[in-house]
Structures are given as structure tokens and as C-alpha cells.
């Protein structure tokens, strides 16, 4: 999966959230992505609980078609900081 279908799914499980994905090791290294998803949903939630609502809005693709994946949440108000 390319980066946009990623951040596609994401937002998709989301109903406000700012989502960008991208290869932090560079264009040619395509099987890792790292996710930056900032969204009000992660109130109140812990890391993990946050980490896991991603995973949750990418399903089976987490197993089938996403190497590797990190992972940074905030909400607004963390990410302004």
C-alpha cells in the first residue's frame, strides 16, 4: 500500500482527524510508513488506546499489505504544544 491509500483508511475511521503518512526512510523504501494522526477522538484516551484505534480504522491491512508502521497521535491541543 502507497502512503495516501494508508492516510485514506485512517481518516476513514475518523471522523475529525488530520492525518499524514509518509516513508521516513525515503521514496525508494516503500514498506515503511510512518503515520502522524492528530484528532479531539484521542481525549481522554491512553497511548496504547490511541495506537489501537488506528490500527482498528486500518483492519486486516495491518497484517496483509502494511510492513511496518509507525505511529505518533495527539490531540489538538497536544499537538499545538
Same mark, same amino acid.
Given at each position: 500500500?502507497?502512503?495516501?491509500?494508508?492516510?485514506? %483508511?485512517?481518516?476513514? +475511521? @475518523? *471522523?475529525?482527524?488530520?492525518?499524514?503518512? &509518509? !516513508?521516513?526512510? +525515503?521514496?525508494?523504501?516503500?514498506?515503511? $510508513?510512518?503515520? %502522524?494522526?492528530?484528532?479531539?477522538? @484521542? *481525549? +481522554? =484516551?491512553? $497511548?496504547?488506546?490511541? !495506537?489501537?484505534?488506528?490500527?482498528?480504522?486500518? +483492519?486486516? !491491512?495491518? &497484517? &496483509?499489505?502494511?510492513?511496518?508502521?509507525?505511529? =505518533? &497521535? /495527539?490531540?489538538? *491541543?497536544? /499537538?499545538?504544544?
Amino acid at each position: 500500500m502507497n502512503a495516501d491509500e494508508v492516510a485514506e %483508511l485512517i481518516e476513514s +475511521g @475518523f *471522523e475529525d482527524a488530520d492525518v499524514t503518512v &509518509t !516513508h521516513p526512510r +525515503g521514496s525508494h523504501d516503500e514498506d515503511h $510508513l510512518a503515520a %502522524l494522526v492528530v484528532s479531539p477522538t @484521542f *481525549e +481522554g =484516551k491512553t $497511548l496504547v488506546e490511541q !495506537h489501537q484505534m488506528v490500527y482498528d480504522a486500518l +483492519g486486516d !491491512h495491518m &497484517t &496483509t499489505d502494511i510492513h511496518a508502521l509507525e505511529v =505518533k &497521535t /495527539y490531540t489538538p *491541543e497536544e /499537538y499545538e504544544e
